[in-house]
């Protein structure tokens, strides 16, 4: 079991930065994909970004240019830092990550933290 756990939600005026942190513990050795998802109110939960753990990364179009996915393996942790973030940007953001064993998937949720971005 994957245990994550996020920090660095937070309000801030449009144009602003925020900083998102997620450290996973437990069983961390066969973690394979790690990203960040969120979910606004009334909306499907939806992928922003994901890095592989050798460091390939992707991005929703919506985030392109303006956020960053950054992971420390050593450390099992995964950050997304935001810039120009837009009141669209408002929503609960959750860590997400996988790992593979044997031949079984399995896919490790955080809590989820608050970014609201005021206009």
């Known amino acids: 079991q994957v245990q994550l756990v996020e920090s660095g939600g937070g309000l801030v005026q449009a144009g602003g930065s925020l900083r998102l942190s997620c450290a996973a513990s437990?069983?961390?050795?066969?973690?394979?994909?790690m990203g960040w998802y969120r979910q606004a109110p009334g909306k499907q939960r939806e992928l922003v970004a994901v890095?592989?753990?050798?460091?390939?990364?992707n991005y929703s179009n919506s985030v392109k240019g303006r956020f960053t996915i950054s992971r420390d393996n050593a450390k099992n942790t995964v950050n997304l830092q935001m810039n120009s973030l837009k009141p669209e940007d408002t929503a609960v953001y959750y860590c997400?990550?996988?790992?593979?064993?044997?031949?079984?998937?399995?896919?490790?949720w955080g809590q989820g933290t608050q970014v609201t971005v005021s206009s």
């Open positions: 997400n990550a996988e790992d593979f064993v044997g031949i079984f998937r399995n896919v490790y």
């Open positions: 890095i592989s753990s050798r460091g390939g990364t």
């Open positions: 437990g069983s961390t050795n066969n973690i394979n994909d």
